[in-house]
């Protein structure tokens, strides 16, 4: 039902017939076909009919006749300044129609539509399934067509809802593999798949702020074992994991997918290992993906520090602001020997600035106000991508983008995982590169801690709290986690550190997943003297108004803790060095 052919209907585009619904803030198809040539037109407005049905209301002749001649695509008929009203009432929630027994037409005149930036729907995340909003309302076969678009992969153990209440952390990776049209020419025509570009799109359990972590694709690391599906018989098989050695450079984080037969869900298990973050979906695109999207949102803007010209990319442009599409947007995200060092992690700061422009793109545009153009991108993702078997449809697509909308956009930041040259490799032949044991840990501890990286929300610094003289604090210590012996090392340790009073108090059979500090009313300075000790989270604070007056505090350890001294909390700073950067700035590649 291609809307260049099969799929239209009387010459109309099917796109041309959606129209704004107010009650239901999405856009609808307007079934009703266009009036004869000379015929006066009618007026159509939605409501629910015996057989859940569009239902049009009484015609209503105009007093002005449409003009004999040719008619273009999607005329009217009416006067020229005249105005089309709005369709009231409620739209079918899917292909199966309304609630009949929901409410009568309204004959009020609907609401005016919000603005690109102000609608409900916000497009803020990178991947292509955020694109993939309500556009495709009240048109069954157009529905129909977008969910014939996408391929799945079941990932073995996952079957995760399209939408979760807590953390949800979204596996978008690009692959090398040179199928669809136009791309055989691009290096290894043979390659089987690799994970060439991933990031890991991981939204706060508030959705205030969003992070997506690029993980190098030349990074040194372990690929555990993974369960594939056989296509033939359905039965699941086991692909042996790879252990990193990195005097041989083996294996490639990129091997994860594609090498050995492996699929997303190899990956899926290999960033759970390498972050420590629980994967929610997965969504993998091809090359075509980049061309596709970049056209059809009409052009992403970039910015060049300096002339490139890149005879492996193809791309070619002088220093400035441009706006590329299809073939040009992917050599300009394929660059990376023009650019930087010439690395893969210099690639990655360029195609950060074109996926944070793509969202720049896609929110200030009128994308969200043209609902021909807004199909014409969820027809686009569509085509290219490959998602797990728990958002293989658009109404789950949907509902995963209105949830991943509600992150503004100046709160998203790209950052590179942190890594270092291999050692292994001698100088002057460096190829590959390791995890930065150093910086790498902040980082993902404050992923893990739903840290924003652009600290949209004020935190309580330690030094403004008001603190007990260490001499004055009375605490006991439990043991809930796996650490033998963390007791008594703690209460050891915050008496070292000056504290009146810590002893050991035993065992916590219950074994919490987190650390906790119990105490009084009249003891919070006193908690808030320990809490910066441990490096307590503000969350591990919970007092207690039950608790008897003059009783020493009650401090938890739960399964994260590790040792004394050892800040729980995530941290609240990026380390320096590690390449970051903002969805909502443009920075010009060099």
């Not at 400035?320 to 599409?325: A, E, I, L, M, W």
């Not at 600035?353 to 199909?375: A, C, Y």
């Not at 009073?501 to 916590?508: I, L």
């Not at 919970?542 to 505090?553: F, I, L, S, V, W």
Request: glycine residues 10%; hydrophobic residues 30%; charged residues 25%.
């Amino acid at each position: 039902m291609d809307t260049r052919g099969r799929g239209q209907a009387g010459e109309v585009d099917p796109a041309d017939q959606w129209v704004y619904n107010p009650n239901t803030g999405s856009y609808e198809m307007r079934l009703q076909p266009p009036a004869p040539r000379g015929a006066p037109r009618q007026e159509t407005s939605y409501g629910h009919g015996t057989h859940g049905t569009a239902r049009p209301t009484v015609p209503r002749q105009r007093e002005t006749a449409a003009p004999p001649g040719p008619r273009r695509r999607g005329d009217t008929g009416a006067p020229p300044g005249s105005r089309r009203r709005r369709p009231e009432g409620l739209q079918p929630d899917g292909p199966d129609g309304p609630d009949r027994d929901g409410p009568r037409p309204s004959r009020r005149r609907g609401k005016a539509p919000q603005s690109g930036k102000r609608k409900a729907l916000k497009i803020t995340a990178i991947t292509l399934g955020v694109v993939l909003v309500a556009g495709a309302g009240g048109a069954y076969y157009l529905w129909q067509r977008l969910n014939g678009n996408i391929g799945s992969t079941e990932v073995y153990g996952e079957d995760n809802s399209a939408v979760t209440k807590g953390p949800v952390n979204i596996l978008v990776m690009g692959t090398d593999k040179r199928s669809g049209k136009g791309n055989e020419s691009y290096g290894d025509k043979n390659s089987v798949g690799h994970a060439d570009t991933t990031l890991l799109f991981h939204v706060a359990e508030d959705r205030s702020n969003a992070t997506v972590l690029s993980i190098p694709r030349d990074m040194i690391t372990d690929i555990p074992d993974c369960k594939i599906k056989d296509e033939e018989t359905g039965d699941w098989k086991t692909v042996p994991g790879t252990p990193a050695d990195y005097g041989n450079s083996t294996p490639r984080f990129n091997e994860s997918l594609g090498q050995s037969g492996r699929d997303a869900g190899c990956t899926w298990k290999t960033v759970e290992k390498i972050t420590g973050l629980q994967v929610t979906h997965f969504m993998l695109a091809d090359f075509n993906a980049v061309k596709e999207l970049s056209t059809a949102v009409g052009g992403v803007e970039v910015c060049l520090a300096k002339p490139i010209n890149d005879e492996k990319s193809h791309l070619n442009l002088p220093a400035g602001k441009h706006t590329v599409q299809g073939e040009q947007a992917l050599a300009f995200v394929r660059t990376r020997h023009s650019v930087g060092f010439g690395s893969d992690l210099s690639r990655i700061e360029i195609q950060q600035q074109f996926l944070g422009s793509l969202i720049r793109e896609m929110k200030s545009g009128d994308t969200l106000t043209n609902p021909k153009k807004l199909f014409k991108l969820a027809d686009a993702a569509t085509k290219s991508l490959t998602v797990d078997s728990g958002i293989d449809d658009i109404n789950s697509l949907k509902k995963l983008a209105q949830d991943l909308g509600k992150v503004p956009q100046k709160n998203i930041t790209f950052i590179t995982l942190p890594v270092l040259d291999n050692p292994e490799e001698p100088e002057g032949g460096k190829a590959t590169v390791v995890i930065d044991e150093a910086k790498a840990p902040p980082v993902l501890k404050m992923m893990q801690g739903d840290v924003s990286f652009t600290e949209v929300k004020k935190k309580e610094k330690a030094a403004a709290a008001k603190k007990a003289d260490p001499a004055d604090v009375s605490v006991k210590v439990q043991n809930g986690g796996d650490v033998p012996g963390a007791a008594t090392d703690t209460a050891d340790w915050l008496l070292d550190k000056g504290v009146g009073s810590a002893e050991q108090a035993g065992n916590d059979p219950e074994k919490p997943a987190k650390t906790t500090l119990t105490y009084a009313p009249d003891q919070q300075s006193q908690a808030n003297t320990v809490a910066a000790l441990m490096g307590l989270p503000k969350s591990a604070l919970k007092k207690d108004a039950e608790a008897p007056a003059g009783e020493p505090m009650l401090l938890t350890l739960g399964a994260d803790f590790t040792a004394p001294g050892t800040p729980i909390a995530a941290p609240d700073k990026v380390p320096d060095g590690v390449q970051q950067a903002n969805a909502n700035e443009q920075k010009c590649a060099k």
